[in-house]
């Protein structure tokens, strides 16, 4: 992403504890935001337990947001999830939706950019749900997205106008989770069994059928799942439906 924008002449700042910025102390924020007109929150946590995630957004937005209104920011863009408010398990999701909440309040204009899971997180997704070489994996639907194509949409929006009521992003095919994570599997000639269960957790969370799919207008990511698997591990599925594209 920050090739794509430095390529179309524009400046990138980087904001990370490598460079001495640390949005949860407050530690060179200020500072990082000197001149700066857009600002994209892509922030996420160290620690998983359920109110460490909730303490980390809810201090590092804070910080984010107190500082771009000290510094003039006119554009703020978070990365969110989608279906943020609807896994209401889910101590992620619900930290996530308080972030949402605070960014629409904050007084920056901003736009906040749900995305469905990347096809590289389908590995740790696995992985969750593993138990003694076998996966079981809930059948609820999900829309992934290629994580190069979250970027070129994001560069985009940094760009473009705050738009204020959001924006879902995923990729192109919805299929049950089960699914994607079986492709996977084979693809990468992992050789656990995976066992479809409709009452099997999300990183401990219930899912409903669409609790991870986009509900109304979302922008479609061109780079199909079997593309992807194509690309990153050479596979070739005869039961995938493109398979002889």
């Known amino acids: 992403?920050?090739?794509?924008?430095?390529?179309?002449?524009?400046?990138?700042v980087p904001v990370n504890r490598r460079s001495g910025v640390d949005t949860t102390t407050g530690a060179g924020v200020a500072e990082a935001l000197v001149a700066v007109d857009v600002v994209l929150d892509a922030t996420n946590p160290r620690v998983w337990s359920d109110d460490e995630v909730l303490a980390f957004f809810e201090s590092s937005t804070a910080t984010l947001l107190t500082a771009e209104r000290a510094a003039g920011v006119r554009h703020h863009v978070t990365i969110s999830v989608v279906g943020a408010d609807r896994v209401p398990d889910s101590g992620y999701f619900r930290a996530k939706r308080l972030q949402e909440q605070m960014v629409s309040g904050g007084g920056i204009p901003h736009t906040i950019v749900r995305s469905t899971q990347f096809f590289e997180f389908l590995s740790e997704i696995a992985d969750a749900a593993s138990v003694d070489g076998v996966v079981r994996m809930t059948p609820a639907l999900a829309q992934p997205i290629a994580s190069s194509d979250v970027a070129a949409k994001i560069a985009e929006v940094l760009l473009d106008d705050p738009r204020e009521d959001g924006l879902q992003i995923a990729g192109p095919d919805r299929l049950p989770l089960d699914e994607f994570v079986r492709h996977l599997l084979s693809a990468t000639g992992d050789r656990r069994r995976l066992e479809s269960d409709p009452a099997a957790?999300?990183?401990?969370?219930?899912?409903?059928?669409?609790?991870?799919?986009?509900?109304?207008d979302a922008w479609m990511g061109p780079t199909s799942f079997y593309a992807w698997l194509r690309g990153a591990y050479r596979w070739l599925d005869s039961e995938s439906p493109k398979a002889a594209v």
């Open 201 to 216: 957790r999300y990183f401990g969370a219930r899912l409903t059928t669409e609790s991870l799919t986009p509900e109304g």
């Open 1 to 12: 992403m920050a090739a794509l924008l430095t390529a179309s002449g524009h400046e990138v």
